[in-house]
Structure formats: structure tokens, C-alpha cells
């Protein structure tokens, strides 16, 4: 296998992660609210910095990939 197939395959995971990461932490967000609306505050927080989380590593992965794509 080539190099740069590798650095792409990785760096479609970088992507694909944390879209499953998203689509799984709004899906659980939506039914916990439509089980208690009250407590919307506690769980959009919790929502917000786990995308951040989520976000950040997913930027951190890609800035590798394309460090490791300019060493050729």
C-alpha cells in the first residue's frame, strides 16, 4: 500500500469520527429532551462540550495528516 493511499485513508476516519460522534451526541441530546424538557440547560452544556471535544480532536488529526502529507 502506498503512502499517501494510507494518509488518506486515515484521514477519512479523522472526518468520519467525529460525524459519528455528532450524529450519535444530537440523537442522544433530542430524546433526552423529549423525555425532560426541563433540564435543556444541563444537557445542551453537556452536548456543547462534547463537540468541542469531538471537533478538537478531529482538527488535531487532520493538522497530523497534512503534516505527514507535506514530509514526503
Do not use: D
Not at 433526552?32 to 471535544?53: D, E, Q
Not at 478538537?56 to 514530509?71: E, N, R
Amino acid at each position: 500500500m502506498s503512502r499517501n493511499i494510507a494518509l488518506v485513508i486515515i484521514f477519512g476516519l479523522c472526518v468520519l469520527g467525529p460525524c459519528a460522534v455528532f450524529a450519535t451526541g444530537s440523537f442522544a441530546s433530542i430524546s433526552a429532551l423529549g423525555r425532560n424538557p426541563s433540564s435543556a440547560p444541563k444537557i445542551f452544556t453537556a452536548l456543547i462540550i462534547g463537540l468541542v471535544f469531538a471537533q478538537s480532536l478531529a482538527i488535531i488529526a487532520m493538522l497530523i495528516v497534512f503534516q505527514l502529507f507535506g514530509s514526503v
